[in-house]
């Protein structure tokens, strides 16, 4: 037994040694970084799915440079990544090349709880009984990306709807991600939301869903949830651990290769959006889905599922058409700043006035014309 005490001392030694290390690395907000050519990315982004991940530094060979809302978040055992807490961070550089000094800066601040909220420190209390809840379950479109809280559509449609004589006060919920798709959506609903009755449940989901990936989200899920995977996600992530590494690990160039497979396929699609309508409706919630930037076939799947159970579809880029001719006019301060960015590219492209450069993502006056539909049908869905 005498013989086992320096080996056991001094193992104990090296924990104390190494919890103290891991201890400050975590108080500092130390975060660690992978080099990949002249470029670091946040060490959480190892988390995608490889091909997912090839296709993003492709977008940063392209473009020049790491967008800076991608260090916005990190590692989480359960949904792979989560928005970081306590954060406040101001994002200049982002969306299109052409456009990264024209564009305005956006903000993401959130809580002690990894939720985004306004960067302003704007808080409403409602103590009303009768008090009902908006949640959002989406992706980076209904997350806000590249505009402000206060400008997203989860926040204008509240914003409306307090002053509608159908609704005695409204709090917002926003779950939503930038990245997520169906099958961390159904996770979270599982996990966080609390539905009561007349609450309504915005969902939107797709175009992640659809992305090409070596692995679905569900096979990564369940391969970190095996006791091999846990093990092994522990021990990658310890701060000290993933520091070192990324001292002598950089990225290869990406292998974008071709495949069938998605993160979610059509067939997991319904399943998930069926599943996430089921159960807001058994919580005697008002599901509503939200299409914003979904591909064809998941657009159709999406539309399909929502109709056979008698749940209201948007199309958005559709019902965003009537207000093409009028949109300087609808919000002529937001106008003339993307007009400022732009140019004549605005007038080839008028699409521009409400999306940015990627014709998939809002910009603020995208999210105020979407509350203005979501709340007119708020209206009479009530």
């Given at each position: 037994m005498k013989s086992h005490r320096p080996f056991l001392f001094s193992t104990f030694i090296v924990l104390i040694f190494f919890g103290f290390i891991e201890t400050v690395l975590h108080l500092s907000g130390f975060q660690p970084a992978i080099p990949f050519k002249k470029y670091t990315l946040p060490a959480w982004m190892e988390?995608?799915?490889?091909?997912?991940?090839?296709?993003?530094?492709?977008?940063?060979?392209?473009?020049?440079?790491?967008?800076?809302?991608?260090?916005?978040?990190?590692?989480?055992?359960?949904?792979?990544?989560?928005?970081?807490?306590?954060?406040?961070?101001?994002?200049?550089?982002?969306?299109?090349?052409?456009?990264?000094?024209?564009?305005?800066?956006?903000?993401?601040?959130?809580?002690?709880?990894?939720?985004?909220?306004?960067?302003?420190?704007?808080?409403?209390?409602?103590?009303?009984?009768?008090?009902?809840?908006?949640?959002?379950?989406?992706?980076?479109?209904?997350?806000?990306?590249?505009?402000?809280?206060?400008d997203s559509y989860p926040q204008q449609l509240a914003k409306k709807l307090k002053h509608s004589p159908a609704f005695s006060g409204v709090v917002i919920k926003n779950y939503s991600t930038p990245g997520f798709t169906s099958y961390q959506g159904r996770l979270l609903l599982e996990d966080k939301v609390k539905?009561?009755?007349?609450?309504?449940?915005?969902?939107?989901?797709?175009?992640?869903?659809?992305?090409?990936?070596?692995?679905?989200?569900?096979?990564?899920?369940?391969?970190?949830?095996?006791?091999?995977?846990?093990?092994?996600?522990?021990?990658?992530?310890?701060?000290?651990?993933?520091?070192?590494?990324?001292?002598?690990?950089?990225?290869?160039?990406?292998?974008?290769?071709?495949?069938?497979?998605?993160?979610?396929?059509?067939?997991e699609y319904q399943e998930n959006l069926d599943a996430i309508f089921q159960t807001i409706l058994q919580n005697e919630g008002k599901p509503q889905f939200i299409s914003i930037c979904n591909g064809e076939n998941y657009r159709k799947v999406a539309e399909q599922t929502a109709e056979a159970l008698n749940i209201p579809f948007f199309n958005f880029p559709e019902n965003f058409k009537p207000y093409l001719s009028k949109v300087h006019d609808i919000h002529p301060e937001k106008f003339v700043t993307y007009f400022e960015a732009y140019g004549k590219l605005i007038e080839k492209e008028p699409q521009l006035a409400f999306l940015f450069p990627d014709f998939c993502h809002p910009n603020a006056i995208g999210h105020r014309l979407m509350a203005e539909i979501l709340s007119l049908e708020g209206e009479t869905y009530n």
């Open positions: 988390e995608l799915d490889p091909l997912v991940l090839a296709k993003y530094q492709g977008f940063v060979v392209e473009q020049d440079f790491v967008n800076e809302d991608v260090y916005a978040y990190q590692p989480d055992f359960r949904y792979g990544y989560l928005l970081k807490p306590n954060l406040g961070l101001t994002i200049s550089n982002y969306s299109s090349a052409v456009f990264v000094d024209k564009l305005p800066a956006w903000t993401i601040a959130s809580d002690s709880k990894g939720n985004r909220i306004s960067a302003q420190n704007i808080s409403e209390n409602n103590n009303s009984s009768e008090v009902q809840t908006l949640h959002v379950l989406g992706d980076s479109t209904s997350f806000g990306w590249g505009v402000d809280f206060e539905i009561k009755k007349g609450d309504r449940v915005l969902v939107s989901f797709g175009s992640n869903d659809s992305y090409p990936s070596l692995k679905s989200d569900q096979s990564r899920f369940q391969a970190r949830n095996s006791m091999a995977g846990k093990i092994s996600w522990f021990l990658n992530h310890l701060l000290i651990i993933k520091g070192l590494r990324t001292l002598i690990h950089s990225l290869p160039d990406p292998r974008v290769i071709k495949t069938k497979n998605r993160r979610v396929s059509l067939e």
